[in-house]
């Protein structure tokens, strides 16, 4: 347990500099004495720094696709249920889980290709929510509108107020359980 924890911490210290400070700061060690680990204990888990950032990476997709497909399976609402799960998600991590933000943008400039799980769940969605019940170009209209939102935040561009973000949310939610045109 103590060595998962560790992992968890390593990620989430590894995710924290890469917010505060910007990518160029995080190092192998920096993330080690900012996670209260040797740099020989954090090697254990990440032998590099790729290593590290695909960690944060498939850490970060592993919970963002596990609660997705939670929310959808008990969403009582069958039209839109993909798309609702998305929007409520992507929600969520905009407000409570900025590591997904630091761990795509370490990935994008040291690796590209480290955002290959988050591209194939992508894809996964966006399928999912085109046989949704939903008119497939309404689906995708709403899945890009979160995903705006999302970026608005991640790069500052005119972000809204918490109140804004929640009444705009709250319309996409009403859009995904009815057919607009």
Same mark, same amino acid.
């Not at 990620?11 to 924290?16: E, N, S, V």
């Not at 720094?49 to 919970?63: A, C, F, P, T």
């Not at 949310?169 to 996409?172: P, Q, R, S």
């Given at each position: 347990m103590a060595k998962t924890n560790n992992r968890v911490n390593i990620? %989430?210290?590894?995710?924290?500099i890469v917010r505060e400070q910007g990518i160029l700061a995080l190092t192998l060690e920096a993330a080690a004495s900012k996670a209260g680990v040797s740099k020989g204990g954090l090697l254990h888990h990440f032998p590099s720094?790729?290593? &590290? /950032?695909?960690?944060?990476?498939?850490?970060?997709?592993?919970?963002y696709v596990h609660n997705i497909r939670e929310s959808a399976k008990n @969403?009582? /609402? %069958?039209?839109?249920?993909?798309?609702?799960?998305? /929007?409520?998600?992507t929600n969520e991590q905009l407000i409570n889980n900025q590591e997904l933000n630091a761990g795509m943008l370490a990935a994008l400039s040291v690796n590209p290709e480290l955002l290959?799980?988050?591209? @194939?769940?992508? %894809?996964?969605?966006?399928?999912?929510?085109e046989e949704d019940g939903l008119n497939k170009v309404n689906a995708t209209i709403l899945r890009l509108a979160a995903d705006? !939102?999302? !970026?608005?935040?991640?790069?500052?561009?005119?972000? &809204?107020? @918490?109140?804004e973000r929640h009444d705009v949310?709250? %319309?996409?939610i009403k859009l995904s359980k009815e057919d607009f045109g």
């Open positions: 990620l %989430k210290a590894a995710a924290g720094k790729e290593k &590290l /950032i695909q960690g944060m990476v498939e850490h970060l997709n592993d919970s @969403d009582q /609402i %069958k039209t839109g249920r993909w798309t609702r799960s998305f /929007i409520q998600e290959r799980p988050f591209q @194939d769940a992508y %894809k996964e969605w966006q399928e999912s929510m705006g !939102l999302w !970026l608005s935040e991640l790069f500052g561009l005119a972000p &809204l107020e @918490d109140n949310l709250e %319309k996409l």
